[in-house]
């Protein structure tokens, strides 16, 4: 919620008038192709904590577009953090309320009621797709839970890593002893890992899973990555 000169004006009011970009919501309902939610979330802990960044890519037949948000400290929860999950995301080197940087408004801060409708919008009705899906799902929903926001993506997310083993046992290839590491996969499956950025990142491993999905269902690639 913000304030103007005539009182409270929340953030559902705000976006439902807010366009992104040329492909916005009113511009894909033609689009018949089931849209694809290509998403990554790095939160301050795995059990009990919260979303903190998060990236996402939805392509249709004919659009692809993205989005990439840090969730503001305030709405953190932050003594329900875990050090180790702070360290292995590199939350204080990267988060703009901690790592010393000016704040530059692309970067895209939001409180979290802010994300929770933008995520909605931008992946309504889509299939979420990536690495452990059910990991991100469920925090997203948290997310919106809070902010009494509609989750609204398909009911079954599609996990990269069992799609590429089923693809490997499909060739009658091995594959490898399970818990199956997503880099061993991938590997086998040929996917080209993302040129820039490094693991545990939200943008990266979006992108992983972006190409780990087309490259085991040979689909043209949409946009660049």
């Not at 995520?119 to 899906?133: D, K, S």
């Not at 059910?134 to 398909?154: T, W």
Request: proline share 4%.
């Amino acid at each position: 919620m913000v304030s103007d000169k005539n009182g409270p004006v929340f953030w559902g009011s705000i976006l439902r008038n807010t366009s992104f970009g040329s492909d916005d919501s009113s511009l894909r309902k033609g689009d018949k192709k089931l849209k694809l939610a290509f998403v990554d979330c790095e939160t301050t802990a795995l059990k009990g904590g919260r979303i903190w960044e998060c990236f996402c890519i939805v392509d249709g037949s004919s659009f692809s577009e993205q989005k990439h948000w840090f969730i503001d400290s305030f709405d953190l929860n932050m003594p329900s953090a875990n050090p180790s999950s702070l360290a292995m995301n590199h939350f204080y080197d990267r988060h703009p309320d901690f790592n010393g940087s000016e704040y530059d408004s692309s970067i895209g801060l939001v409180c979290e009621n802010a994300f929770a409708v933008e995520f909605e919008l931008l992946t309504r009705g889509a299939v979420l797709i990536g690495c452990n899906p059910g990991f991100d799902e469920n925090y997203i929903k948290e997310a919106m839970k809070r902010n009494n926001v509609l989750y609204s993506c398909h009911y079954r997310p599609l996990d990269v890593v069992t799609l590429g083993v089923g693809y490997l046992r499909g060739l009658g290839m091995q594959v490898p002893p399970l818990p199956w590491r997503s880099d061993d996969v991938a590997t086998m499956c040929g996917v080209n890992l993302p040129e820039t950025g490094e693991r545990h990142t939200a943008e990266y491993d979006t992108l992983f899973a972006r190409n780990f999905w087309y490259t085991v269902m040979g689909e043209k690639e949409k946009g660049t990555t």
